[in-house]
């Protein structure tokens, strides 16, 4: 991998993704936010309905690494109902580069879904040794899980799930990985900071697959300001933070 931006050398995943130290720059109030997807070049976020066809070996790396550098990860209901997401840190090594930072050696995953249509036996509600938020506008319990969840009833506020996050559970940073349809309500309600974007060298067309931003219309255009963008096996890795006009 080589970083072309902002200088020219070798990188690695690894490296991209240590010592952000995404929490210092939280706001007052809430949780810093950045978002992680990968997309095709006419900004697909799927094919096929997963993400499978479009994350390479070192995208699934980038990706992994990014999650030890927030305190909590979030994810969207859909996404989970597309795919199976299991324990938030998958090994030892990721599980001691987040201690040696300071955090703590598993994220809290953050899950949004306004009706709790989400598959018990999915295999991150199954795991004893995860923490896990549900954010919902249902009252009912999901049975049977192995998971320590914990019900946040915020309806569909997403600043109130960001102030209950950072008051309730001491979270400074948010790893959120879509999809589509909470990225556009988190831009929405100017809770995004940043945008990891893998951009992976393929062209979808059509209308049906979901762009990264889908869901509802922005009143105003999100502006980026390119952080850094390297290159690795023909994918482009960008980090983009937004501009603070909002
Ligand atoms: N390329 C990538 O990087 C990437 C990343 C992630 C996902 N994806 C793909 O994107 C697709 C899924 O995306 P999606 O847009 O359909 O789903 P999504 O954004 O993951 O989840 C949408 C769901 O989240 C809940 N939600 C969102 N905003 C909410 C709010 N403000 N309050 C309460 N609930 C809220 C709702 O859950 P309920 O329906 O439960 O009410 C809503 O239906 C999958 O095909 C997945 O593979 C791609």
């Known amino acids: ?51 499978k066809g479009l994350s390479t070996e070192l995208d ?9 550098q927030a305190d909590a990860v979030m994810v ?55 923490r896990v938020v549900i954010a919902t506008g249902a009252d009912a319990v999901l049975p049977d899980l192995r998971a320590q969840v914990d ?25 959120c990985e879509g999809g589509p349809t909470l990225n556009s309500f988190l831009l929405a309600a100017s809770l995004v900071d940043e945008l990891f974007l893998t951009l992976n060298p393929k062209l979808v067309g059509g209308a049906a697959a979901l762009t990264i931003v889908a869901g509802r219309d922005l009143v105003e255009p999100a502006e980026l300001e390119l952080v850094s963008l390297a290159e690795g096996g023909g994918d482009l890795y960008t980090r983009w933070r937004l501009g603070r006009a909002r």
């Open 1 to 51: 991998m080589r970083l072309l931006l902002p200088e020219r050398r070798d990188t690695s995943p690894e490296e991209l993704a240590a010592g952000l130290r995404l929490g210092e720059r939280a706001p007052p109030g809430r949780p810093y936010l950045a978002l992680n997807m990968v997309s095709t070049l006419d900004g697909k976020a799927t094919i096929d309905w997963r993400t």
């Open 60 to 68: 699934r790396r980038l990706f992994h690494h990014l999650r030890t």
């Open 76 to 130: 969207g209901a859909g996404t989970l109902r597309a795919e199976r997401y299991g324990r938030m840190t998958k090994t030892d090594e990721l599980r001691a580069k987040r201690e040696a930072e300071g955090r703590a050696g598993e994220p809290l995953a953050v899950i949004v879904s306004g009706r709790l249509d989400l598959p018990a036996d999915l295999p991150l509600l199954q795991e004893p040794q995860q």
């Open 151 to 175: 019900y946040l009833r915020v309806g569909d506020d997403l600043p109130l799930l960001m102030g209950r996050l950072r008051e309730g559970y001491g979270v400074r940073s948010v790893l």
